[in-house]
């Protein structure tokens, strides 16, 4: 065997120790040469590795039923991070994890009246900054954007409501930030997120709704994001299921996402767009408490939101939907009239349960999935401890 086939084989076996304790939680040795499928010496040898990095730590040895007690091997790995930057038409966000889980960062930025762009390259640079400086070793960024992105170029082919097109994102975050960076939808980050922190932990597959300006699905089947022939897949917002008269941010009129983004929450009800969609959804999430043509403006919202999760749940059949961003704080206006039209058209609704679902994770969820993201490399023997 070669020196680079033996250091390969060393990366994918490490890998598959780090999945597990991320995945299934502290073991001791036996257990992981069980869980992975490892000899216990190939195991221990890992272990001791990590161990040595600061990756993992020992507990004092527990007693067993049978055999010798185990000490249980639990991930640190705090010196290992990976960035997750979200860019959207009004906030951006920035969210560190390290190996072991841990938020490192967390940090939303409005807009206001400057370039999404600038914003987000500049949160990027501070993020990297503060987390070098600390110590830790970033080992990628992924940036999550809300359009049609091309992950193998690092392009975003295509981000209307941004204005985006054809733009070289992940080279020119990495020449800012010195690191390895991709860039990814950011419903698909925020399905990922959901997956592994939030709303679906456990669940084989889920559809996650961004709710901001614009309207993308993140699909997730075993843990994996669903992504299409082209990357594309998810782009339900321009389904034609919305009032063939309203114009959306892609040019075209009648898409969902023209009666049901956050642009046509505000013309139903009358109000002007200022801070983040949270902050703005719970200013009319306010004014419905008293006024009932709010609160009509909202159910039928609500409706067309229905409507369009069942198209979404008759194509795809999966155990849950949820709904995110500005769709949380507005659910009680929301949900009825959703519930209903779900219940009504989902063909298998009498056969098989569909869960809807809101976020766990708030407006941060696709800067969170981003930063999942940036370890896959670690998780997958790609990258190097």
Not at 273 to 286: D, K
Request: proline residues 4%; contains cysteine; negative net charge.
């Amino acid at each position: 065997m070669t020196l680079v086939a033996t250091e390969d084989l060393r990366r994918q076996n490490t890998a598959a120790v780090l999945r597990s304790l991320r995945h299934d939680g502290a073991a001791t040795r036996t257990e992981l040469a069980r869980r992975t499928g490892l000899a216990k010496a190939t195991v221990g040898a890992i272990v001791g590795g990590l161990v040595d990095g600061g990756y993992v730590s020992e507990s004092e040895a527990v007693s067993v039923s049978r055999g010798r007690p185990g000490r249980p091997v639990a991930l640190t790995g705090s010196t290992i991070v990976g960035l997750g930057l979200e860019a959207n038409v009004d906030y951006v966000s920035a969210v560190a994890i390290d190996l072991g889980g841990a938020v490192r960062l967390e940090r939303t930025v409005p807009v206001g009246t400057s370039d999404p762009y600038d914003v987000v390259v500049a949160l990027a640079r501070e993020a990297a900054s503060e987390l070098g400086g600390s110590g830790a070793r970033v080992v990628g960024a992924t940036v999550a954007v809300p359009g049609l992105v091309d992950r193998r170029a690092g392009v975003v082919a295509m981000a209307p409501n941004l204005g985006w097109r054809g733009r070289s994102v992940a080279a020119d975050m990495a020449a800012v930030t010195g690191l390895p960076v991709v860039v990814e939808n950011d419903a698909n980050c925020a399905a990922l997120a959901e997956a592994r922190r939030g709303a679906t932990v456990g669940l084989g597959q889920s559809v996650y709704v961004t709710g901001t300006v614009g309207i993308g699905a993140g699909v997730i089947r075993d843990g994996a994001i669903v992504r299409g022939t082209s990357g594309f897949a998810g782009e339900v917002g321009h389904i034609p299921l919305g009032d063939p008269a309203a114009r959306c941010g892609c040019g075209r009129r009648g898409c969902w996402e023209a009666s049901v983004g956050l642009r046509a929450v505000l013309s139903a009800t009358g109000l002007a767009f200022e801070g983040t969609p949270l902050q703005v959804a719970e200013l009319i999430s306010r004014r419905a408490e008293s006024d009932v043509g709010t609160a009509a403006a909202l159910e039928g919202v609500g409706a067309v939101l229905g409507r369009g999760v069942a198209a979404v749940a008759n194509i795809l059949d999966p155990d849950a939907v949820v709904l995110g961003g500005y769709f949380v704080p507005l659910a009680p206006y929301l949900l009825p009239a959703a519930v209903r039209e779900v219940e009504e058209r989902v063909t298998a609704a009498p056969h098989a349960s569909l869960d809807l679902l809101l976020s766990a994770l708030g407006l941060r969820a696709a800067a969170t999935g981003a930063a999942e993201d940036a370890l896959t490399g670690v998780f997958s023997g790609a990258t190097a401890l």
